[in-house]
C-alpha cells in the first residue's frame, strides 16, 4: 500500500471502533525510512475558521465536510483500511496554505 497525496481513505483512528475519512498529506516518497502516513481528518462539524479547509460535496461523503488541519496526525500504513476517493490539486494547495497557517510556517508562492 503506497498512499497519494490527496488521497481520501477510511482509517481506523481507533475513535468507538469505526472507520472514519482523512485526507493523505503526505509527502510522496517512494522509500519512507517508517510506515507512516501524515493525515488531516474529515468532519462535518464546521466552526469557519483559518484551520478548516471547506470541501465540495463529494460523491462518496454523504454530508458536506471540511478537512480539519488542527487535527493532523500520523497512523502506520496498515491501519488505512480503503480508498474511497481523492481531493483536487486545488484543495491540496488550501490545505497546504491550512497547515502553514497551523503550525506557523512560511509557504513560498507557485
Request: glycine letters at 6%.
Amino acid at each position: 500500500m503506497n498512499p497519494q497525496p490527496g488521497e481520501i481513505w477510511l482509517a481506523d483512528l481507533g475513535l468507538a471502533a469505526k472507520t472514519r475519512p482523512v485526507v493523505i498529506v503526505s509527502r510522496q516518497d517512494p522509500d519512507p525510512p517508517r510506515s507512516l502516513v501524515l493525515y488531516v481528518p474529515l468532519t462535518t462539524q464546521r466552526r469557519s475558521s483559518p484551520y478548516e479547509v471547506p470541501l465540495p460535496q463529494l460523491p462518496f461523503l454523504d454530508r458536506e465536510s471540511v478537512a480539519n488541519v488542527q487535527g493532523l496526525g500520523s497512523l502506520p500504513s496498515v491501519r488505512l483500511e480503503r480508498k474511497i476517493g481523492r481531493v483536487s490539486a486545488g484543495i491540496m494547495e488550501r490545505l497546504k496554505d491550512a497547515l502553514a497557517f497551523a503550525l506557523d510556517l512560511q509557504r513560498a508562492s507557485g
